[in-house]
Each structure stands twice: as structure tokens, then as C-alpha cells.
């Protein structure tokens, strides 16, 4: 079966520094994957989606992922975190048609 | 139009009531989702409309009943829940064009307590 698992529950960062928000996925196949923010007391937001082609995958907000298929990995990644950046993140594999399967997500909290 | 929109935003029941959560969207999205969330955890499926028709139920109770009267309004009956339902209720849609990589759009979502 196909799943992610996100590394760290929470991550912290000054303003202005380097975001990496770490996801490992399992699949026998090439997957889906997904990245989704959530702000707080709002639904899911899709920041951007792996689906075949090009590994490096650019989204909205300036977040950007690779796909490394070697190292099962679909890191997110943003080079200058914003205080409006501070949410939740939840990587996501489809392992089939309408189906979404989420991971437990990753809080990043940004200081001044 | 690219929003879903869910009421209401807060819902408190007893366990003997009768309620349903509403959704809506206008972007002519033929697929339809309910996504339960607990606190501090990833959102679940639930179920899945596809051209108003039931493609998918995850083993969901039956004091859950979805209904999806046409293509912009999917409902989420409940009758006789339990304190453990008390979460956050997501409704999303999505294009449902047979590509299994959709981009799903969410509401805000239903924060119920059962007491």
C-alpha cells in the first residue's frame, strides 16, 4: 500500500531562513504525491502535486519540491521563510483514483 | 468562483440529535468528497461522490449518511454520534477527470462537538 511519512512534527525557522519540510513516501509505483498547507481553523490549501515528468516541481508562495526517486523522497522546500509561511504542512499520496492518503503533517512555526 | 463553502462553520449536538453539515461549490466539480479531522491529525476520507453517486464509503459508520442531492451540494447526515465523532469535517471537490492526480479544493470545514 501506498503511504508518506513526514519526518518532524514540528519545525522551527527564523524569518528569513531556509524551509525544509521533510516526506518519504512507499510505493511499488510511480506515486502522486502532493504537498497541502493548512492555516489554522481553514481547510486544506494544494501548494503543488508530483505527477510524472519534470522532478523539480515549483508551487505557489515561492515553495518549490523534488522528487528523488533514489532516495524515495519528496522534500518541500522554500528559500526565505515569511511569518505568514507558519501553518501546517501535510504530504499526500494517492494511491488510487479519489482516494488521498495524507501524512501526519508537519507544524512550522516561524519566529521574528 | 473557486470556493467550497461549508455551514455551519461550528456545530455542538447531542448524542440523541439530529443534524447535517452542508456543502456547496460552484465550479462545476463533478466529484465530491468528506473528510473527517481529529485534532493534531491528518484528515481521513470518508466518502466520495462521483457524478452524484456514492464510488466510495471508507467503512464509515452508519450514523454517518451522505446525500448528494446534485452536482454543486453534497449534505453529511448525522443521527446519534458519539463524543469520539467530535472533530473538524472538511468537504472538498475536484473535476473528477479520471487522471487519479486531482487537485482537490476544500472548505473551511464544520468544527462539530458531540457532547
Known amino acids: 500500500a501506498q503511504s508518506v511519512t513526514q519526518l518532524g512534527s514540528h519545525v522551527s525557522v527564523s524569518e528569513g531562513a531556509l524551509v525544509l519540510l521533510r516526506c518519504n513516501y512507499s510505493s511499488s509505483v510511480p506515486p502522486y504525491l502532493f504537498w497541502y498547507v493548512q492555516y489554522p481553523n481553514q481547510g486544506l490549501q494544494l501548494l503543488l502535486k508530483y505527477t510524472t515528468g519534470a522532478t523539480l516541481v515549483k508551487g505557489i508562495n515561492g515553495f518549490e519540491a523534488e522528487f528523488k526517486k533514489s532516495e524515495t523522497s519528496f522534500h518541500l522546500t522554500k528559500p526565505s521563510a515569511h511569518m505568514s509561511d507558519a501553518a501546517e504542512y501535510f504530504c499526500a499520496v494517492a494511491p488510487g483514483f479519489q482516494k488521498l492518503v495524507f501524512g501526519t503533517g508537519t507544524r512550522l512555526l516561524v519566529s521574528p | 468562483d473557486t470556493e467550497v463553502t461549508q455551514t455551519p462553520k461550528h456545530l455542538v449536538m447531542g448524542m440523541t440529535n439530529k443534524k447535517s453539515l452542508k456543502c456547496e461549490q460552484h465550479?462545476?466539480?463533478?466529484?465530491m468528497y468528506w473528510y473527517k479531522q481529529k485534532a493534531k491529525k491528518p484528515p481521513e476520507l470518508m466518502f466520495v461522490?462521483?457524478?452524484?453517486?456514492?464510488?466510495i464509503n471508507e467503512s464509515v459508520p452508519s450514523r454517518f449518511s451522505p446525500e448528494c442531492p446534485n452536482s454543486s451540494l453534497l449534505n453529511l447526515h448525522l443521527h446519534a454520534l458519539q463524543p469520539e465523532d467530535s472533530a473538524l469535517y472538511l468537504c472538498?471537490?475536484?473535476?473528477?477527470?479520471?487522471?487519479?492526480?486531482?487537485?482537490?479544493?476544500f472548505g473551511s470545514g464544520t468544527q462539530l462537538s458531540v457532547l
Open positions: 461522490y462521483s457524478y452524484e453517486k456514492l464510488s
Open positions: 472538498a471537490s475536484s473535476r473528477n477527470d479520471g487522471q487519479g492526480n486531482e487537485k482537490l479544493f
Open positions: 465550479m462545476g466539480h463533478r466529484a
